[in-house]
């Protein structure tokens, strides 16, 4: 299983707004370690969707947005589109063992 | 504009070594911060990190799998290589390569499409 924890599935009709949360540990996010989201539309590579949190990449839509508390951090999507539909990862580092680059499970996101 | 892109077998039988190659362009791997690393992901799964080398040659290997990977790269060539040994049917996967701007950033700028290898007799 993942490092990092996600819902498996969320939902949400056209217009709305949905949450993906991201849980960790002491040794990733809650050792201040930055949060970063991906967006892997069917077929497709991952693409990064949010960095250091909260920010966003050129070409992001503000509809996206990131935020982080203690060992968790969350995604949220205003204004669902149809395009929204896909798998968004969370990523964050852990400093246990001799460190390393973790993943969330994945979070399905349904357009209802 | 940053592109990477894999290439490699897209079958192997277990117990053989898996060489795969990220070529890229946009970029340079001797430019003070730059990495590229490798990320695999099962059928129906969840994105698995598998290694990073650095402009400076640093080399980063998951704990669980660093007894069977090597990464190198030829800067030159614009090309990152990584091996795996000893393949096994649960290595079966898309395997991507991806680009990191700054080692302080600890994530992944931008990835290639990715290569689908299967494990099979």
């Known amino acids: 299983q993942s490092v990092l924890t996600q819902p498996p599935s969320v939902s949400g009709a056209p217009g709305q707004r949905v949450t993906i949360s991201c849980t960790g540990s002491?040794?990733?996010?809650?050792?201040?370690?930055?949060v970063h989201w991906y967006q892997q539309l069917p077929g497709t590579a991952p693409k990064l969707l949010i960095y250091?949190?909260?920010n966003r990449p050129s070409g992001v839509p503000d509809r996206f947005s990131g935020s982080k508390s203690g060992t968790s951090a969350s995604l949220a999507i205003t204004g669902l589109q149809a395009e929204d539909e896909a798998d968004y990862y969370c990523?964050?580092?852990?400093?246990?063992?001799?460190?390393?680059?973790?993943f969330g499970g994945g979070t399905k996101l349904t357009v209802l | 504009q940053i592109t990477l892109k894999e290439s490699g077998p897209t079958l192997v039988k277990p117990t053989q070594t898996l060489t795969l190659t990220c070529t890229f362009s946009?970029?340079?791997?001797?430019?003070?911060?730059?990495?590229v690393g490798w990320i695999r992901q099962p059928p129906g799964k969840a994105l698995e990190w598998l290694a990073l080398?650095?402009?400076?040659?640093?080399?980063r290997y998951s704990p669980s799998l660093k007894s069977r990977l090597t990464i190198t790269k030829d800067t030159s060539k614009n090309q990152v290589v990584l091996t795996m040994t000893n393949m096994d049917p649960v290595d079966t996967a898309t395997y991507y390569c991806?680009?990191?701007?700054?080692?302080?950033?600890?994530?992944?700028?931008?990835w290639g499409q990715g290569t689908l290898v299967t494990v099979s007799s």
């Open positions: 946009g970029f340079s791997l001797s430019t003070s911060g730059v990495g």
């Open positions: 991806a680009h990191t701007r700054a080692e302080w950033e600890l994530l992944w700028n931008y």
């Open positions: 080398i650095y402009w400076d040659d640093d080399k």
């Open positions: 990523q964050s580092y852990d400093s246990s063992l001799s460190g390393f680059w973790v």
């Open positions: 250091g949190n909260s």
């Open positions: 002491s040794s990733n996010i809650g050792a201040g370690y930055d």
